[in-house]
């Protein structure tokens, strides 16, 4: 008989996502007339831009002829995608990043789930509380992590507490770590770490040679001026640093897929004997056996984006998202409900009212307003007491959302 992976066993029932899409079912067969409006999910409504459609077209046509047909790409990217990424995203902001530092993917959900692959198990992780469900799962069905304890964390992770009461800024460990994950802005709170807060950090991973997983999917809609695009904006962060990015939200890729990580050869960790390797080779040589490449069409309609044009449609895209994200965060505000986050990123973090348990409030909003939002305990314990809502609708659903909150859930 074969055996299991058991570190499965220790995951706590289903997907976060998993529990809120079986839920809904549910309510939606005993109520087969509900308008149920959905704020929960991070999905994306609005279309593709433009550019990437003209693209993609392109790429398909060139795929018809004999002359101009493509097979199996780079594992790693094409160059064209590459160059593009490293002008708009890096040089421009005067960082230097070299083309076999970039590795193009399906998206960074992905990559933030198969980048604990390359560290040893022995590993201390710390992660935000709350935090992106994928970042902690990964790292238990990898072994890296004992049992789930009774207030609901788990054996040998050091969990960092963002609240309202430490403005969501998690602190500095105490005790050592060796990865650390951070994501910014934040999924889910959408609050962000300024600079001087980063730089604490960047120096504390390398006074300790921790290294920082930093989740940037959502760089793209940062307004504040002091909050860093990139974690390499900080001095010595490319010693310390591997960064994941995503064309999900910034140009509506969630069903096309793709997206990117940047490993610096700098970036360094310890064999057993003491020796040092660099992880960029050590992902590399997972990225090409395990990984085939994304679809040369989809690249194409990625390069897409940093073109004039594609960079201002996205730009109107993400205004739009963000809009709505100031709708939601004003309407919750007249409410008389307790909101952070939609300034920097699409996502409002409400305090639940009267201290409700975050998966009765979600209860509460499905039944009563059939509005669905996505419980803050799913994302850890720090989040109990907690309700993310997204601003991916589209912004008629999105008022009606508001107004039905304001005028129709009673408390």
């Not at 999905?43 to 047909?69: G, K, S």
């Not at 140009?251 to 897929?257: H, I, K, N, Q, S």
């Not at 960790?269 to 390797?277: L, M, N, T, V």
Request: proline letters at 5%.
């Amino acid at each position: 008989m074969a055996f299991i992976n058991e570190n499965y066993l220790k995951l706590p029932g289903s997907y976060l996502f998993a529990e809120i899409a079986r839920r809904v079912t549910s309510f939606k067969n005993e109520n087969p007339n509900a308008d149920i409006i959905r704020l929960g999910i991070g999905d994306v409504t609005q279309p593709l831009p433009a550019a990437c459609i003209q693209a993609m077209h392109t790429a398909v046509d060139e795929l018809a002829r004999q002359e101009t047909f493509r097979g199996y790409g780079p594992e790693q990217g094409y160059d064209f995608l590459i160059e593009k990424i490293i002008e708009t995203n890096y040089t421009k902001r005067g960082i230097t990043i070299g083309k076999d530092e970039i590795f193009v993917s399906d998206g960074s959900k992905s990559d933030c789930g198969n980048i604990q692959e390359i560290f040893g198990t022995n590993n201390i992780v710390a992660i935000t509380d709350p935090v992106y469900p994928v970042y902690l799962d990964t790292n238990i069905m990898a072994g890296r992590t004992g049992i789930l304890t009774e207030n609901g964390t788990f054996e040998n992770v050091t969990y960092m507490p963002c609240t309202a009461e430490n403005n969501f800024t998690p602190e500095l460990p105490k005790s050592r770590v060796d990865m650390i994950y951070l994501c910014c802005p934040n999924n889910p709170t959408g609050t962000t770490l300024s600079r001087e807060a980063l730089t604490e950090w960047v120096n504390y991973a390398r006074e300790n040679e921790s290294i920082i997983l930093f989740d940037a999917a959502y760089a793209a809609y940062i307004t504040e001026e002091d909050v860093p695009r990139s974690i390499y904006e900080i001095e010595g962060s490319k010693e310390v640093a591997i960064e994941f990015r995503s064309f999900s939200k910034t140009a509506g890729f969630t069903g096309t897929r793709c997206g990117y990580t940047v490993i610096p050869k700098t970036v360094t960790g310890r064999a057993q004997d003491g020796s040092k390797h660099d992880f960029n080779k050590l992902w590399n040589r997972r990225h090409t056996t395990k990984f085939n490449g994304t679809a040369y069409i989809i690249q194409r309609g990625a390069e897409a984006v940093y073109s004039t044009e594609g960079q201002a449609q996205i730009k109107e895209t993400i205004n739009y998202y963000m809009e709505n994200a100031k709708i939601i965060r004003e309407g919750l505000q007249a409410a008389g409900i307790q909101a952070f986050g939609g300034v920097n990123a699409p996502y409002i973090w409400l305090k639940t009212p009267n201290n409700m348990p975050s998966w009765d409030f979600f209860d509460k909003l499905l039944h009563e307003v059939n509005i669905v939002g996505t419980p803050g305990a799913g994302f850890g314990p720090s989040g109990e007491g907690y309700f993310r809502l997204t601003s991916f609708g589209n912004t008629e659903n999105t008022k009606r959302a508001i107004e039905r909150i304001k005028t129709k859930l009673k408390f």
